[in-house]
């Protein structure tokens, strides 16, 4: 175990609905991230937050509505989803924003498989 | 175009046996690249991170090498086993972080 956990693991929704994601950390990390993973496609960064504060958004659609309570806990609110987000959602911690050092290692959880019908 | 590119995109082969996988990228300059295996269901796990100033990095089997003349990385794995079955990833670090599509290993007995 990687020390930050996802649930669900598993999730299938319809295009009206809406859920949420939950990640958590037990690492003592101050930075977590949202990445999408569609297959065959490279990770795709959707959100970062550093000290409970939105640092990035990747120009991601307003259905996909990040939350961040605080530093142990990411959420990820989805609404009117549509078929093509069906991927897996990764959520990932480490100590400081990446800023390009090799100390800033993400750690990531098990993800959530969505699938939106 | 990604701007990190692996190859080959899958890759099949006997227990026991060597191999290696590519990784070409664009990004530059850079501070530091990684690989990441990824079992099936599973999140990204680093297994090595090299400086731009750094030609070879070892984690177990596991051999990285990087040549930043000609911006290519390649991950060597030894001996292989059924476990290293996994997408392998690699990433490239400056100001940001870009991720390329991965290479999927399967090992068969």
């Known amino acids: 175990e990687t020390g930050v956990t996802q649930t669900p693991r598993h999730l299938v929704m319809g295009m009206t609905n809406k859920k949420s994601l939950k990640c958590e950390q037990h690492?003592?990390?101050?930075?977590m991230y949202w990445y999408k993973q569609s297959a065959k496609k490279p990770l795709e960064l959707m959100f970062v937050y550093s000290l409970e504060e939105r640092v990035e958004n990747n120009s991601v659609p307003s259905r996909f509505s990040p939350e961040c309570p605080n530093s142990s806990h990411l959420f990820l609110h989805l609404h009117t989803l549509q078929p093509e987000d069906s991927a897996l959602y990764l959520c990932a911690s480490s100590h400081p924003v990446y800023v390009g050092g090799s100390s800033d290692t993400q750690y990531f959880g098990p993800g959530t498989r969505l699938t939106v019908l | 175009k990604n701007q990190v590119e692996q190859s080959p995109q899958s890759l099949i082969i006997l227990e026991g046996k060597n191999c290696t996988l590519q990784c070409n990228y664009t990004v530059s300059p850079f501070s530091n690249l990684r690989w990441y295996k990824q079992d099936t269901g599973r999140g990204p796990v680093s297994l090595t991170i090299?400086?731009?100033?750094?030609n070879t990095k070892s984690n177990g089997r596991y051999t990285a090498t990087l040549d930043a003349d000609t911006k290519q990385s390649s991950l060597h794995i030894t001996a292989s086993q059924l476990s290293d079955s996994a997408s392998y990833i690699c990433?490239?670090?400056?100001?940001?972080?870009?991720f390329g599509a991965g290479t999927r290993l399967t090992v068969k007995p």
């Open positions: 090299m400086t731009f100033s750094e």
């Open positions: 690492l003592g990390h101050n930075a």
């Open positions: 990433v490239v670090i400056y100001n940001d972080m870009r």
